[in-house]
Structure formats: structure tokens, C-alpha cells
């Protein structure tokens, strides 16, 4: 971790807190303890002032559980005061690993079924936050972007249900199926940051027989949608690029 010496700028927008779904609580703990370490390094002269009441603290976790009942109805109960916090929620909609018991059996959660906790955790909040920041790590009905026929828009539906009637400011999401999808919310803020450089890292640190040789190796794009990407890693790895093409017959439906 570098060591940030520099004077801070701007004050707190508010306490910090975070709030782990169920599946996201490891990743909330690595972000934690990141943060511990690196608010006790800033330095500043201004660190115990009013504006700055709570920001070095032993953990900024949010004591929350989500407890679900034989039916399989579920509820969110946050344990502490969260009034003038500003709140980070991690959701992972796409956890399948996650499972609770519905009539005596063990039933994975459905990206419905987290949607639902997330909005669980903010309506338990219950409007008390100064301002709560989403963090999806992909984007929640992300495919259902556009309407190509009488189909539903999900994802447009999920993000204005989320902010403009929930109350979340922002969205931190990555390498969202189609950015153009923050459209529905032109108010709110939407961060799609690009994980490629972490993919291309991750690849050669966990693969590391794997061959950089154009002649053993190219990059393929499922299809035209995962071009922009594909030519990212094709350009920095030296390798060559191909495409799939999907044919469909739109004569059915």
C-alpha cells in the first residue's frame, strides 16, 4: 500500500459504513481492512476535527443479517445506527453458491432473490443514510437492456426503482453487458469501470503455463457486443483476434 502523505481536499460526505449481502461478506472484509490500514496512513491536521468525527475506526462494517423464514420470505434487520452514514451496499446478484431453507429444503438464490435482499438493506436503512452507493459487480439483469421485441427492459426497470425511488445516489458496477443502460437514470451516478488490465493480470497469475504465442493463441469475442473488450486484450497481448457471428431465425419467436 503506498504511503499517501498528501493533504486531504474535500471532507467526508459522511461516516463511512458498509453493508455485505449474503455471498459478498469476504469481499467486504478485504475492502474493510483495506481501508482501516489506509485511513490510519492519511495524514492531516484536520483528522480530528467535527467533519472528520468517525473517520479512523476499527472496522466500517455495518452489522446486518438477512434471516429467512420456512416459506422462504425473508427480511433485513441492520443492528446499529446508520443516520448521516454514507453507505456502500456490495451486492452480488449472480452468487449461485448461496442457499437458505424453504419448506425443509436447501434452495440456492436467484439473482431475484439477492435483488430482493438489496433492497431489503435499503429499506431497512429506511431513508436514515446521507447517501448509499451500490456496489453490483455485475450488473443485475444486465442482458435485459434494450427491447428488441414486446419483451420487458429489467435492468433499466432495476436501476430507476433503485434510484429514483429507493434513494441510491450511485451505482459502481463492472463491465456492464451495455453502459448505455444508465440512461434510465441520467441524474443518478453509474460507474462502469473496465476490469480488463485485472483479467489479463489474474489469467497470467493463475494460469502460469498458459502461452502468449500468436501461433498458439488468439482471442475470440462470443460475439459483436465483446469486441471492444477482445481488442483490448488482443492489442496488449500481441495476439490475434476472432469473432463468433450468431445467426438467428427471426421468423420465430
Given at each position: 500500500?503506498p504511503d499517501?502523505?498528501?493533504?486531504?481536499?474535500?471532507?467526508p460526505?459522511?461516516?463511512?459504513g458498509?453493508?455485505a449481502?449474503?455471498?459478498?461478506?469476504?469481499?467486504?472484509?478485504?475492502?474493510?481492512r483495506?481501508?482501516?490500514?489506509?485511513?490510519?496512513?492519511?495524514?492531516?491536521?484536520?483528522k480530528?476535527?467535527?467533519?472528520?468525527?468517525?473517520?479512523?475506526?476499527?472496522?466500517y462494517?455495518?452489522?446486518?443479517?438477512?434471516p429467512?423464514?420456512?416459506?422462504?420470505?425473508?427480511?433485513?434487520?441492520?443492528s446499529?445506527?446508520?443516520r448521516?452514514?454514507?453507505?456502500?451496499?456490495?451486492?452480488?446478484?449472480?452468487?449461485?453458491?448461496?442457499?437458505?431453507?424453504?419448506?425443509?429444503?436447501?434452495v440456492?438464490?436467484?439473482?431475484?432473490?439477492?435483488?430482493?435482499?438489496?433492497?431489503?438493506?435499503?429499506?431497512?436503512?429506511?431513508?436514515?443514510?446521507?447517501?448509499?452507493?451500490v456496489i453490483?459487480?455485475?450488473?443485475?439483469?444486465?442482458?435485459?437492456?434494450?427491447r428488441?421485441?414486446?419483451?420487458?427492459?429489467?435492468?433499466?426497470?432495476a436501476?430507476?426503482?433503485l434510484?429514483?425511488?429507493?434513494?441510491?445516489?450511485?451505482?459502481?458496477?463492472f463491465?456492464?453487458?451495455?453502459?448505455?443502460?444508465?440512461?434510465?437514470?441520467?441524474?443518478?451516478?453509474?460507474?462502469?469501470?473496465?476490469?480488463?488490465?485485472?483479467?489479463?493480470?489474474?489469467?497470467v497469475?493463475n494460469?502460469?503455463?498458459?502461452?502468449?504465442?500468436?501461433?498458439?493463441?488468439?482471442?475470440?469475442?462470443p460475439?459483436?457486443?465483446?469486441?471492444?473488450?477482445?481488442i483490448?486484450?488482443?492489442?496488449?497481448?500481441?495476439?490475434e483476434?476472432?469473432?463468433?457471428?450468431k445467426?438467428?431465425?427471426y421468423s420465430?419467436?
Amino acid at each position: 500500500m503506498p504511503d499517501y502523505s498528501q493533504e486531504f481536499t474535500t471532507i467526508p460526505y459522511g461516516a463511512l459504513g458498509i453493508i455485505a449481502l449474503p455471498g459478498c461478506e469476504e469481499l467486504a472484509h478485504k475492502i474493510d481492512r483495506y481501508l482501516v490500514k489506509w485511513r490510519a496512513q492519511k495524514q492531516s491536521e484536520h483528522k480530528h476535527s467535527i467533519a472528520f468525527a468517525g473517520y479512523e475506526r476499527d472496522s466500517y462494517i455495518i452489522n446486518a443479517t438477512f434471516p429467512r423464514f420456512g416459506t422462504g420470505e425473508g427480511k433485513s434487520t441492520i443492528s446499529e445506527s446508520v443516520r448521516g452514514y454514507d453507505l456502500f451496499i456490495i451486492c452480488d446478484v449472480f452468487n449461485y453458491g448461496i442457499t437458505h431453507k424453504m419448506y425443509g429444503q436447501d434452495v440456492p438464490l436467484s439473482p431475484d432473490e439477492h435483488y430482493a435482499n438489496l433492497k431489503r438493506a435499503i429499506a431497512a436503512v429506511a431513508g436514515k443514510a446521507h447517501r448509499i452507493t451500490v456496489i453490483m459487480p455485475m450488473l443485475y439483469e444486465g442482458r435485459q437492456h434494450k427491447r428488441t421485441s414486446r419483451e420487458s427492459l429489467d435492468c433499466a426497470l432495476a436501476l430507476q426503482e433503485l434510484c429514483n425511488l429507493m434513494g441510491v445516489d450511485n451505482i459502481i458496477t463492472f463491465d456492464a453487458h451495455d453502459p448505455r443502460v444508465q440512461n434510465a437514470i441520467p441524474l443518478k451516478g453509474f460507474e462502469n469501470v473496465q476490469p480488463v488490465y485485472q483479467m489479463i493480470k489474474a489469467l497470467v497469475n493463475n494460469v502460469p503455463d498458459i502461452s502468449m504465442n500468436p501461433a498458439d493463441t488468439m482471442v475470440i469475442s462470443p460475439d459483436e457486443g465483446g469486441m471492444g473488450r477482445c481488442i483490448y486484450y488482443s492489442t496488449v497481448l500481441g495476439l490475434e483476434l476472432g469473432m463468433f457471428y450468431k445467426l438467428r431465425d427471426y421468423s420465430k419467436s
